[in-house]
């Protein structure tokens, strides 16, 4: 019994670990064939400062817009029961699976200078196109599935006596849901918006479509790769596989904590 055990336990542990290699060899590559000289060339390059204030910049205010409104649907799809329910959850992942230069393409449609929306929105100033705003949208578009589902999940997780008990008492709806059940779920909620900026910093397909310019560090990369070869987008490459090996592990120390 413990031979088959442990025959079954290294099979398994080497399939894993060729899945494993698969994941770690080219993000190796990338940090190790960067010299720490052309790193910080990389660094102090106005260009890719600017790109990179742009990215950070643009995904966190898409993450901002996604946590006034996901929140809210996240804890309506976890915690109430109506019909359609599972249609909203579908909806919400469908940027999930449609590809991204598709979404950015549909985003063009709705966004753009004779768009759906962007013909009405554009004479009053506000542009999509080749703007800071079409980042965003592209950036919101694409990421806001992971703050939906992990706050989802969290406010799943909560005990209703605790919300029952302050209804009771005479808490509002509004009172409850800020002093109970959101002090009780934010790691969770922290953890999702996390996890859709850095899913945000890394987008091209969408943003590429609707905004090329200002240039995000994914579209830098793709425009050095093209015009200039391997060597000249390598460093700003790792710069953001560095950027998303922190936030990831910032990720799993937070859920780390959450889980002591």
Do not use: C
């Not at 770690?24 to 720490?36: D, F, M, N, R, Y």
């Amino acid at each position: 019994m413990k031979k088959n055990n442990l025959l079954f336990d290294l099979v398994f542990s080497a399939l894993g670990g060729l899945l494993l290699l698969f994941i770690i060899l080219p993000l190796v590559s990338i940090l190790l064939g960067t010299t720490p000289q052309n790193l910080w060339l990389a660094l102090t390059d106005p260009e890719v400062l600017r790109s990179i204030s742009l990215t950070f910049g643009a995904a966190a205010v898409a993450t901002s817009l996604a946590i006034v409104t996901g929140v809210p649907l996240a804890f309506l799809l976890a915690r109430r029961k109506f019909r359609g329910k599972r249609l909203l959850e579908a909806l919400v992942n469908l940027p999930i699976v449609i590809p991204h230069t598709a979404a950015g393409v549909a985003l063009l449609l709705v966004f753009g200078r004779r768009g759906l929306l962007g013909q009405w929105l554009t004479p009053m100033g506000i542009a999509f196109t080749d703007n800071f705003a079409g980042i965003v949208v592209g950036m919101l578009f694409v990421s806001l599935p992971f703050l939906v589902n992990m706050s989802r999940e969290a406010f799943s997780l909560l005990d209703d006596e605790l919300e029952l008990v302050a209804l009771i008492d005479g808490a509002s709806p509004w009172q409850a849901f800020w002093h109970v059940s959101f002090p009780q779920a934010w790691h969770g909620v922290l953890a999702g918006a996390l996890m859709m900026w850095a899913r945000g910093i890394s987008e091209f397909g969408a943003v590429v479509i609707l905004a090329y310019h200002p240039k995000i560090v994914p579209v830098l990369v793709f425009e050095r790769f093209n015009g200039f070869g391997l060597v000249a987008a390598q460093p700003v490459a790792a710069l953001l596989v560095l950027v998303a090996l922190m936030s990831f592990t910032f990720l799993r120390l937070l859920l780390l904590k959450r889980e002591r």
